[in-house]
């Protein structure tokens, strides 16, 4: 048996947000209420073991509302959608349920806000994220998507004394912060959200990772690869001084990782369920690790209600 870790330590807070929760709860109550099939526009959460285990209970991913017949039900992801999704759906009758997360909603309503009082509108995010493009339909003649310091170094607005910015939930927190203080030194009058728009979840689990990566030789964390928080977690690991890869389960391990390492430190991302995390331990601990511990930084009691449509037809 070849030799591994001697300690695991576990990151607390990891895994499931209340958003992901809430999503995935949904698409469960739904298949429930209504029978397979039941539509899901994108993937409801990045992660393909969750996308994989609901598809085999009845759930049907699609690419785009128009392709789901019509008079039927379609869940809207966890990530948001634009107005014009909403309204292509309205005309061909189908019948939605929107799974968006409510911080995801939040600065959807900021963006909506800003426009009206015609701001520009920064939108510090990832191109081609699914969350992304649900804000930028929000008011897509006002916002304009920059990614990194650069970004804004380049950026040309119409009015200096009109500048608003927002963000997408799951950024590097660090990162994020430089890119604001950027816009600030460039838009001294720019104006943003009441709170932050990094989500709790992101935030905490950034916050776990640092002091993980400061007592481990090896940071695993769980996520699926479009999964932007968890991508932000190995990068988080990594600037603070750990060795780090995503994998999306123990089958990814690689030898060459475990090469002296004595200390492992484990987390997930957002989306990616518990489990998970349980079997790269026993995988672990059948390499002969003798300490599973966690590494406590936040506590999380955050929980949301799933949407209006599921809570009335279950009441009903």
Not at 18 to 29: C, I, L, P, S
Not at 37 to 47: A, D, G, L, T
Not at 272 to 292: D, H, K, T
Request: glycine content about 6%; proline content about 4%; some cysteine.
């Amino acid at each position: 048996m070849p030799t591994g870790p001697q300690t695991i330590l576990l990151a607390a807070p990891r895994g499931y947000c209340a958003g992901v929760d809430r999503a995935v709860q949904t698409v469960e109550r739904a298949l429930e209420l209504y029978g397979a099939p039941v539509y899901v526009r994108k993937e409801i959460v990045h992660n393909k073991h969750v996308v994989e285990q609901l598809r085999e209970r009845g759930a049907v991913f699609v690419e785009s509302e128009d392709e789901v017949p019509e008079d039927s039900t379609v869940v809207f992801s966890a990530h948001g959608v634009s107005p014009q999704v909403h309204a292509a759906a309205h005309r061909r009758g189908l019948h939605t349920i929107d799974a968006t997360c409510p911080l995801v909603t939040k600065v959807h309503v900021e963006a909506k806000k800003f426009a009206a009082e015609d701001y520009t509108i920064v939108l510090i995010g990832h191109a081609g994220h699914e969350e992304v493009e649900g804000t930028m339909g929000e008011a897509p003649s006002h916002i304009v998507l920059i990614e990194d310091e650069a970004g804004a170094d380049e950026l040309e607005v119409r009015d200096p004394a009109k500048v608003a910015y927002i963000s997408q939930t799951t950024l590097s927190v660090d990162e994020t912060r430089a890119i604001i203080a950027r816009l600030r030194e460039r838009f001294p009058a720019i104006t943003g959200p009441r709170t932050d728009d990094i989500c709790y979840a992101t935030t905490n689990r950034q916050a776990a990772v640092k002091q993980l990566a400061l007592q481990a030789d090896l940071v695993l964390v769980i996520g699926s690869g479009n999964s932007s928080n968890s991508n932000r977690l190995v990068e988080v690991a990594r600037e603070h001084g750990a060795e780090s890869h995503l994998i999306d389960n123990e089958t990814q391990v690689r030898e060459e990782w475990l090469h002296g390492k004595r200390v492992v430190g484990i987390t997930s991302g957002a989306s990616a369920p518990e489990e998970l995390v349980q079997r790269l331990v026993a995988y672990f601990q059948a390499r002969g690790a003798g300490e599973v511990r966690e590494l406590e930084v936040v506590s999380e009691d955050v929980r949301f209600m799933l949407p209006k449509a599921i809570r009335q037809a279950l009441a009903a």
